[in-house]
Every structure is written in structure tokens, then in C-alpha cells.
């Protein structure tokens, strides 16, 4: 499973605990991969800011990548308006445990940037336009679908049809 997502989308917020979920409930099968990519739209001028504080988080290893694309996520109705949302976000990355100075020389790096410019490219290369776009073996699911029932039912699907076990389901 693939995720195109904006930091700054609010249908993007509120798939993230869904995603995070079937992430969960899928994660020890070794036939399910989760890739998030980071696809922030022009019309956010906040977005690209906050996939590279992610990015930068990252860079601490890949557990932080995860802690901060949730406070992002889960904070998103606090920063997403806030001319101060930089500040906010270094205290995500101190809550977080970071070191924040390594973090704020990362944010402004280009290693960070970069990967968030590759995910953004792929995005284009696979016609995204929107966000939340999740695609499923090749094939995007209808927004309709992006729900916890919907997508373990596709990707139970999938597995099945590789004859693999899905996931624990209750």
C-alpha cells in the first residue's frame, strides 16, 4: 500500500489513524509493505515545510519519522494557520526526543528536501493529483474505500490472491 498524503489536507488528517491502523494490523506480514509519501498540493503553504520537518525527523532514524508525522497529523488544526507553525513544530521534534538543533540543521538542509521532492516526483510519475491517494498493488483506491473495513477488505483481497494469510482481523 502507497499513500500520497499533504501534512496540511484535512481529508488527509483524518484518513491518518486509518492508515496507521491497517499500518499496524498488516505490519508483521512480511507479503504487506506500507510506503507514506509525502505529496504536498501548491494550494498549502504549509505543507512542503511540515513533509520536510517529517523528513528531517527522519533523518534521527525511522521511529522519529513516524512520531513526527503523527504530531503533524494530530496537531494539523493547530499549525496549519499559525504564521508561528515552525516554532510548533520544533516542539513536536523536542516532545518527540530529537536532538532539535540536528532537526532545525536538517529542516534546512537539502537531504531532507530531496526526499520530499522524490516522493512529490513519484507522485507525479503515477498521475496523482489529489490527497489522500492510496493505491493498492498499482491500482488507486476510491477515497470511498480509504476506510479501516474498506481497506482490509481490498488488501485481504490481494493477499488471498497471492495465497497469503491476512491479518488478524479480530
Known amino acids: ?22 499500518a499496524s ?4 506480514n512480511k507479503n504487506f509493505k ?4 509525502s505529496f504536498p498540493l501548491q494550494m498549502h503553504d504549509k ?17 522519529r519519522y513516524w512520531q513526527m ?3 503533524i497529523f494530530t496537531n494539523q488544526s493547530l499549525w496549519a494557520s499559525n504564521s508561528s507553525y515552525r516554532d510548533l513544530f520544533a516542539g513536536y521534534a523536542q516532545k518527540i526526543g530529537l536532538d532539535v538543533e540536528k532537526w532545525k540543521t536538517d529542516m534546512s538542509g537539502t537531504q531532507a528536501k530531496q526526499r520530499v521532492d ?10 496523482v493529483s489529489s490527497t489522500p491517494t492510496v493505491i493498492v498493488n498499482g491500482r488507486p483506491v476510491p ?24 491479518a488478524n482481523t479480530a
Open 1 to 22: 500500500i502507497e499513500e500520497f498524503a499533504d501534512f496540511q489536507c484535512g481529508s488527509c488528517a483524518a484518513a491518518h489513524p486509518v492508515l496507521k491502523e491497517i
Open 47 to 63: 505543507a512542503y515545510d511540515a513533509a520536510v520537518a517529517a523528513e528531517a525527523a527522519g533523518m534521527q532514524g525511522t521511529t
Open 34 to 37: 506500507f510506503i507514506f509519501r
Open 143 to 166: 477515497f470511498a474505500e480509504v476506510t479501516s473495513a474498506g481497506l482490509r477488505r481490498i488488501i485481504d483481497a490481494e493477499l488471498q490472491a497471492a495465497n497469503v494469510p491476512a
Open 69 to 71: 508525522q503523527d504530531q
Open 25 to 28: 494490523a498488516y505490519g508483521g
Open 118 to 127: 522524490q516522493d512529490m516526483a513519484r507522485g507525479r510519475a503515477l498521475g
